[in-house]
């Protein structure tokens, strides 16, 4: 079996689960065709939206819960579910890597089921909601090169068929006017410099990038990545980025996890090019 790619999937705002106007939808309904024609046995997601004091796995025997872990939206979007099967196999195979890398500590968490950083795009890509999935939570007290380190203990799991997918949002201000017409300077802007922080450079390794999500290079840059995330968090670029949509930093750590992923020396790309 071909290694598994790994991914970074910036989901944008919870209405890509119900809103036909936005073009990432329609890309993650044809990911199939488009960026993934081979099937995974098991789907990891590395969530921005479970944040936690050390690494945590779910172990779910059944069906995952879907969490509605947003508020204020269509009553419609209370009412979808993602049934996706647990993958407790897969939970204990991503502790045993993560302990053998070093960590003292690894949570299982038996009752939690999938965020919407996992089943909203989960819903588009594999709708069937037949294939098993975990959940593994991040840190976003540690630095970049922590996540790394974790996503290089998983690297393993992509030769077993198992798709590792990173999930956040690149900005994140959902009090923002939309266009789906318009981007904003501000989520232009900042989308720009990630892209050209995260792939620019001779030490670029392995990474997939899709339309306005973004995955990492060099452990190197991650570092100074991070660090560069953090001033902005604090300051703004310029004091326009931050001020009109922070990136938090829980939303960006799944980069460094997939990076780690795929250390490697292979070349990032794009989908579509």
Known sequence: MKGMDTFYISHGTPTLSIDESLPARHFLKAWQDKALCQRPSSILVISGHWDTTVPSVNVIH????????????????YKLKYPAPGAPELAKKV?????????????????RGLDHGAWIPLMLMYPEAD??????????????SYHYNMGKALAPLKEEGVLIMGSGSATHN???PRDSTN?????????TWLKDSLLDGS????????PGYFTSESL??????????????SLGREGTVCENGPPLARSLVPI???????????KGKTHPP
């Open 62 to 77: 059944c069906r995952n819960e879907t969490i509605h872990d947003f508020y204020n939206f269509p009553e419609q979007m």
């Open 95 to 111: 502790k045993e890597l993560l302990m053998a890398s070093g960590l003292k500590r690894v949570d299982e968490d038996k009752e």
């Open 131 to 144: 294939i098993p999935v975990c959940q593994l939570s991040v840190q976003s007290d540690r630095d970049g």
């Open 174 to 176: 959902l009090r923002a």
């Open 183 to 191: 981007v904003l300077s501000w989520a232009s802007e900042f989308d």
């Open 203 to 210: 030490s670029i390794h392995h990474g997939t990038i899709v």
């Open 220 to 233: 190197k840059l991650i570092s100074q990545f991070f660090l560069q995330i953090r001033r902005r968090d």
């Open 256 to 266: 460094a996890c997939g990076r780690g992923c795929c250390w490697g020396r292979c």
